[in-house]
């Protein structure tokens, strides 16, 4: 079936670098574009970042701007997102989803999750 597994997630200092992965099966990853949302605690959903089905273009919300990283490996069917310069208010449950845009109105509809993994910036 269908699966996207995260893995990489833990507890770091304020100004430390962490790597998630997300590992792809049961479709063709490189058909689909990409994205990372993270959710903190007792907050709603946060889109992160974006990457197209071939890893030519990216997208980055403005707080993450400069300090992460979206790379895809389609031959590995893995999807990465590289975290450096972490602040506490990066901590959260990260997710990698695909997704699609509409064209006529740009919305973006979510298709497959994975189930998080988890990730503590705390001095």
């Known amino acids: 079936e269908v699966q996207l597994v995260e893995s990489g997630g833990g507890w770091v200092r304020p100004g430390g670098s962490l790597r998630l992965s997300c590992a792809a099966s049961?479709?063709?990853?490189?058909?689909?574009?990409m994205s990372w949302v993270r959710q903190p605690p007792g907050r709603g959903p946060e889109w992160v970042s974006a990457?197209?089905?071939?890893?030519?273009?990216?997208h980055y919300v403005d707080s993450v701007k400069g300090r992460f990283i979206i790379s895809r490996d389609n031959a590995k069917n893995t999807l990465y997102l590289q975290m450096n310069s972490l602040k506490p208010e990066d901590t959260a449950v990260y997710y990698c989803?695909?997704?699609?845009?509409?064209?006529?109105?740009?919305?973006?509809?979510?298709?497959?999750w994975g189930q998080g993994t988890r990730v503590t910036v705390s001095s």
């Open positions: 990457i197209n089905s071939g890893g030519g273009t990216t």
């Open positions: 989803a695909t997704y699609a845009v509409h064209s006529g109105t740009g919305q973006v509809e979510y298709g497959y």
């Open positions: 049961g479709f063709t990853f490189g058909d689909y574009n």
